[in-house]
């Protein structure tokens, strides 16, 4: 369950998206509820128990998450091991093209995301920051 949340922003992280405050203030209405899978993801990669995800706790969670979906423990993911994602999404993370994502092009990848999802520009994402930046980064990669 950690990686769920924590790895939807590995893929396409928020590249290129620039959130207008208009933007959150109209996707907050659909941000899950306290008791949803993706709050309790949130609350376990929040280890310090701030309310915020800084990058050395989603750095700690997506290396979890990148080891639990890779398979056959060869420090790479592939199409197959992901499951179900958008071809263009793991084209963009393939930042070599050799249809193999390593946890080096994720990280670069979610720290391009992380920054831009840090709407408030404090370091760290908020449970809303999170859910909002995932919320782009799907209608980015549909």
Do not use: Y
């Not at 915020?52 to 091991?81: C, I, Q, R, W």
């Not at 499951?83 to 979610?110: C, I, W, Y």
């Not at 994402?125 to 995932?134: H, K, Q, T």
């Amino acid at each position: 369950m950690i990686g769920s949340i924590i790895l939807r922003l590995a893929l396409p992280v928020c590249v290129g998206m620039a959130l207008t405050s208009a933007v959150p203030a109209a996707l907050s209405q659909t941000v899950p509820g306290p008791d949803s899978p993706e709050r309790a993801a949130f609350d376990a990669a929040d280890t310090n128990h701030d309310g915020k995800v800084g990058k050395e706790e989603l750095a700690k969670d997506a290396a979890a998450g990148f080891a639990g979906l890779d398979t056959d423990g060869d420090g790479k993911l592939t199409a197959a091991e992901l499951g179900p994602h958008s071809d263009a999404q793991f084209r963009h993370v393939d930042a070599n093209g050799d249809g193999v994502l390593t946890f080096e092009e994720v990280m670069a990848n979610k720290m391009e995301g992380f920054a831009a999802a840090d709407t408030d520009k404090d370091g760290g994402l908020s449970f809303e920051e999170m859910v909002l930046g995932v919320q782009a980064e799907e209608k980015e990669f549909p």
